[in-house]
């Protein structure tokens, strides 16, 4: 059995499930692949609430319209040196936030434990799994299967050809930098903006494993795989309460993890005020200090009770640029 067996994997996911903090979902999630780096590589994680949230506001207060937890799957993304190609195996199925964040980060393969599909959570939440959830992965071309463990059977969910190639028409933009300081994140983003006028966008420096610094630009977008030319009808509406756009800080958090970089708090832009979920992955991700163009400006109002929860007590310090 090699480290990177995806039985092996399942069941590291499985045996810390329980230390979830969770009192109801207790979810957890493995990603292993290999870092050019450093080889072979397997975190494991369970939902749970950053310990600010937790210190400040206990784990019942919701953060505008989002919970304060991270979610076991993002956090796995969060934690792993580098997601281009990884897989990933969790104990539930997975929702259509997850979804977007997995296709974002460039996860190639993703497994189920069976038992998650028995759960009373995949029971209530089931419908946005079949409906959304697998349908965002198979754009982004990624294959899915239940895992069942005790008789070493993968069963296929879904799977894509190797040679699908999903759409992307708007990638983060990257390239190199000089620095990484806010003189450097002021120039960047000067040089930027104009391209992306009237667009949610959000900007930062980044450093690679290698120490080296890059500045990346994410515009709200759909999902990998869906185009508004295609897609439009399906992307502009709600589906319950989940979007197929992919916001911005999201998007750069994602690519950020995808590369191998890491993003630098307090060298970070955004036009608007993220959103609620955007500032709770924001503290999953150790990032504290954003500047904001336009501080009356958001998505949802729900954008701005956040940003008066978590500013008010300075667990994300928002900064007018």
Not at 204 to 224: D, T, W
Not at 300 to 321: C, H, S
Request: include cysteine; glycine fraction near 8%.
């Amino acid at each position: 059995m090699t480290a990177l067996d995806p039985f092996e994997q399942t069941q590291k996911a499985v045996d810390i499930v329980n230390t979830s903090p969770h009192p109801a979902n207790k979810i957890a999630a493995t990603i292993f692949g290999s870092d050019k780096d450093r080889g072979a590589f397997s975190f494991s994680r369970t939902n749970y609430w950053p310990k600010p949230l937790v210190d400040n506001f206990g784990i019942e207060t919701r953060i505008g319209n989002s919970s304060g937890t991270i979610h076991a799957e993002t956090a796995c993304l969060l934690a792993a040196p580098v997601t281009e190609g990884a897989r990933i195996c969790v104990t539930d199925p997975f929702c259509p936030n997850c979804a977007k964040n997995i296709a974002e980060a460039g996860i190639s393969t993703i497994y189920i434990d069976h038992k998650g599909f028995d759960k009373d959570f995949a029971e209530r939440r089931g419908h946005h799994f079949e409906s959304l959830s697998m349908q965002i992965v198979e754009r982004a071309g990624i294959s899915v299967y239940e895992i069942r463990r005790k008789e070493r059977k993968i069963v296929p969910i879904l799977e894509v050809p190797e040679s699908y190639k999903p759409f992307n028409d708007s990638p983060v933009d990257m390239e190199s930098v000089a620095a990484a300081d806010e003189h450097e994140l002021r120039n960047f983003v000067a040089l930027k903006r104009p391209e992306h006028k009237g667009r949610r966008v959000a900007m930062a420096i980044a450093r690679s494993s290698r120490g080296k610094f890059f500045g990346m630009v994410a515009r709200a977008h759909p999902a990998i795989g869906y185009s508004w030319e295609s897609d439009g009808d399906d992307i502009e509406k709600m589906h319950g309460q989940y979007s197929l756009i992919l916001e911005p800080m999201n998007r750069l958090m994602m690519t950020a993890a995808r590369t191998g970089m890491k993003l630098i708090s307090g060298l970070i832009y955004s036009s608007g005020v993220p959103t609620a979920r955007e500032q709770v992955n924001m503290l999953g991700a150790g990032l504290s200090e954003i500047f904001v163009a336009d501080l009356l400006n958001a998505r949802d109002e729900d954008a701005f009770q956040a940003m008066r929860l978590l500013g008010g007590k300075r667990l994300i310090k928002f900064e007018k640029f």
